[in-house]
Each structure stands twice: as structure tokens, then as C-alpha cells.
């Protein structure tokens, strides 16, 4: 059993590879668009910021999301049966709901 799993945003750039590699789990923020919302972890990241472009031009909504806390949570139980302790990496509360999402999953 490892002593500690980690937990980490998707802002992290960790890939899915090396997360796979080190047992990390990936605990992805969201991108909405035409009313539908997408685990970043299910879109071609590169491909997606290309389409930005022409879709500000079209005048497109799009926006992005954190985590709940129950994807958190979600994260949390998986990486517990692992190890001992889970470490949560994640954007800045400056930035983003993530880290409240990531503490409030912790209660």
C-alpha cells in the first residue's frame, strides 16, 4: 500500500500517461459549450483551443467549471483504498472553485 496518492485538477497538465504511471488521479474541471457540459479529460484539448477562434466569431458561448465536490470525493475513495493519506493538487482559490471543492470533499 502506498503511503500517499495523489490527487491533482486537470490545470495541473499532468497527462493521462504519466498519471496512469504514478497513480495519480486526474479530477477534471469542465468546459461547457452549446449548453453542454465536458469533463476536460473527454475533449482534444488541442483541437478545442484552435475552434476558439471561430467560435468567439459565431459569437458561442463557452465557459469553463471546477469540480464538485463530489468528484472529489469520488477521487478521494478510489485513491484511499491505495494508500494511507491522499494529497490534493489543485488550482489557486484565486483562480477557480477547485481548492473549495477539494476541501469541502475533504469534510
Known sequence: MLKVAIAADTTSEIS????????IRLVPLYISM???SYPETEIDLPWFCRQVP??????KVITSSAPSAGDF??????????????LAVCLSSK???????ALEAKK
Open 16 to 23: 493521462q500517461e504519466i498519471a496512469k504511471e504514478h497513480s
Open 95 to 101: 483562480f477557480s472553485a477547485t481548492y473549495g471543492a
Open 34 to 36: 452549446d449548453g453542454k
Open 54 to 59: 471561430q467560435w468567439r466569431k459565431e459569437d
Open 73 to 86: 470525493v469520488d477521487a478521494y475513495r478510489e485513491l484511499s483504498k491505495q494508500a494511507g493519506a491522499v
